[in-house]
């Protein structure tokens, strides 16, 4: 309580330095404040000038929540110059380094807003698919060019979910330095091949976090005590090809004091037979082995050194997840819907306005079981029974629970159970396995339940033709689940089972 006391002291004053005469008019409004008020002359002869000063909140992190609502309370009720309001947004900042470029040969580059006192570091990789070939990538760039070009890029980005810099969206990672990378190199954030003429396309995703990276380090970076690289869908995918080159990188360059770690979300692929075959003539049809193994030659592509030394000449198995995570030294905190909708899309189950057939219900329940099953000896792992893609940089995230437990507290809890455990090398998996968790506080999260949406915290289901919200046994006749004959093969009653399905049991 007393260094709370002593931050909102701080602000306080830092709010009194901005608006002396607004403050004093203020004062009566809550005993909190006026107590807060009263402590204040104390510490007025340590500033000088108007200029803000670094606060580090992390040291309060185990009562974060609290704390912001305080803070959050206070700046409201104290700080009446709204024209003085501090820019939340990330700012677009483009590569020094001219060389390193997107698909079309323009420049590279991130968006940043940093938060000063603040040692934690989020680096976020965008995602959205990839192309292949010649003829996919001509085609991506006529109908997805921001996704291959920064030409049209916006000068400032708001970040959502865990990119968010208000507490009550982000409550464990608001006040970090926030970093969003725009993807613009099609290829999984992997490739390391300049453009070579008019016409051809630059592959250099895995180039554009190096260099990232290094332009970081001399904003703060090099001080930092954590950098979580996350990312969703090709993103997600980044994240593994990518979380230990990052690492080494900042070895090799001295800054062994930093924490690297790794959030991927939604790039947890499978490999496996495709529900209908199709020939690969585009990025969507193209059964992800194949597209996979064009791109890598394409792209020229960079995989973990572990990963490639596992699958020499075959590096395209390194593109999914359960064959390159335990080749990785970094953690890695996973979050993947088990039914995930880019994957059923490329294993050709197409879920239209029409009710899917029996076949396509087994195909679908049986991927929920396999990739189930890949993530078994996955340690931190945050993964709901929903028919979904993508979940982090989602406003509502907080909303999505499995067994009772949000993606925000598991990604505090193991926050908390790697810096709990110092003497453990934060890159040994197989010691990490062995851990025991932290009390109370679960990292290892996948609904047991076997069909989509048999979670009720899934996120809300609309039906694609009409726009209107399902119910879940809406949902599920919509999907082809029989209610008689499944209660029939559980041995149950109906009625029994569609109380079931409605209370997400």
Same mark, same amino acid.
């Given at each position: 309580?007393?260094?709370?006391? !002593?931050?909102?002291?701080m602000? *306080? ?5 901005? $608006? /002396? ?7 009566g ?10 402590? $204040?002359?104390?510490?007025? #002869? ?6 803000s ?7 309060v #992190? ?6 912001? !609502?305080?803070i ?6 104290l700080y ?5 309001? *501090? ?11 001219e060389? !390193?470029? @997107?698909?079309d ?16 570091? =989020?680096?976020?990789? #965008?995602?959205g698919?990839? @192309? +292949? ?12 060019r ?25 409550p ?19 490739? $390391?091949?300049p453009?070579?003429g008019?016409?051809?396309?630059? +592959? ?10 290094n332009?970081?380090?001399t904003?703060?970076?090099?001080? $930092? ?8 869908s090709?993103?997600g995918?980044?994240?593994? =090809?990518?979380?230990d080159?990052v690492?080494e ?9 930093v924490?690297?770690?790794g ?18 003539l585009?990025?969507i ?14 792209w ?26 335990p ?11 088990l +039914?995930?909708?880019?994957? *059923? ?6 879920l239209?306005?029409?009710?899917v ?11 929920g ?10 340690p ?7 028919l ?9 995230w ?5 067994k009772g437990?949000? *993606?925000?507290?598991?990604?505090? @809890? ?19 396995k ?9 990292v290892? =999260? ?5 069909? /989509? ?10 039906d694609?033709l009409?726009g209107? #919200?399902?119910?879940v046994i ?5 999907m082809? +689940? ?15 089972? =569609? ?7």
């Open positions: 309580m007393q260094r709370l006391a !002593v931050r909102s002291c602000l *306080l004053l830092l709010v009194h330095l901005c $608006a /002396p005469g607004q403050v004093k008019r203020a004062r409004r809550g005993a909190q404040s006026r107590r807060v008020q009263q402590q $204040a002359p104390a510490y007025t #002869e340590r500033v000088e000038g108007t200029e000063f670094p606060l580090d909140f992390t040291a #992190e185990g009562n974060m929540d609290n704390f912001m !609502v305080q959050k309370n206070l700046a409201q009720s009446p110059c709204s024209a003085q309001k *501090l820019d939340q947004d990330m700012k677009l900042h483009f590569l020094k380094n060389s !390193v470029i @997107c698909n040969g323009s420049p590279a580059g991130y968006y940043l807003k940093q938060s000063k006192g603040s040692k934690r570091w =989020l680096v976020f990789l #965008e995602g698919w990839y @192309c +292949f070939n010649r003829q996919t990538c001509n085609s991506r760039y006529e109908t997805m921001r996704l291959m070009s920064s030409t049209k890029w916006p000068a400032s980005r708001t970040g959502t979910g865990i990119l968010s810099p208000q507490p009550e969206e982000n464990h990672w608001w006040n970090a330095n926030m970093v969003f990378i725009p993807y613009c190199s099609s290829d999984v954030w992997s490739g $390391a091949t453009k070579s008019h016409g051809d396309y630059a +592959f250099m995703g895995s180039l554009i976090i190096q260099e990232v990276i332009e970081l380090l904003k703060g970076l090099n001080n $930092a005590k954590v950098l979580l690289l996350a990312g969703s090709a993103g995918t980044g994240v593994l =090809l990518n979380v080159h690492s990188q900042l070895k090799v360059q001295g800054h062994t004091g924490q690297v770690r959030l991927a979300d939604s790039g947890w692929f499978l490999d496996n037979k495709q529900y209908k075959f199709t020939d690969c585009d990025t049809s193209c059964a992800p082995t194949e597209a996979i193994k064009r791109g890598v030659r394409y020229g592509t960079q995989v973990p050194e572990n990963c490639r030394q596992a699958h020499l000449g075959e590096e395209w198995n390194c593109f999914f997840g359960y064959k390159v995570f080749t990785l030294n970094s953690p890695v905190f996973v979050v993947q819907w +039914f995930d909708e880019a994957q *059923l899309t490329v294993d050709n189950v197409h239209t306005g029409q009710p057939h029996e076949g396509q219900w087994r195909y679908i329940q049986s991927l079981q396999e990739l189930r099953g890949t993530l078994q000896d996955v931190a792992i945050f993964s709901p029974a929903c979904s893609h993508e979940l982090i940089t989602r406003t509502n907080l909303e999505i629970q499995v437990t949000s *993606l925000p507290r598991a990604l505090h @809890c193991w926050d908390r159970s790697l810096q709990d455990n110092t003497n453990v090398s934060h890159g040994n998996h197989s010691t990490l062995q851990r025991t968790p932290l009390r109370g506080c679960p290892h =999260l996948v609904d047991s339940c076997p069909w /989509p949406h048999c979670n009720p915290t899934c996120p809300t289901i609309r694609q009409t209107q #919200e399902m119910s809406q949902f599920l006749k919509h082809g +689940f029989d209610v008689q004959k499944m209660a029939q093969q559980q041995g149950m009653d109906p009625r029994k089972l =569609l109380g079931m399905l409605n209370n997400g049991s």
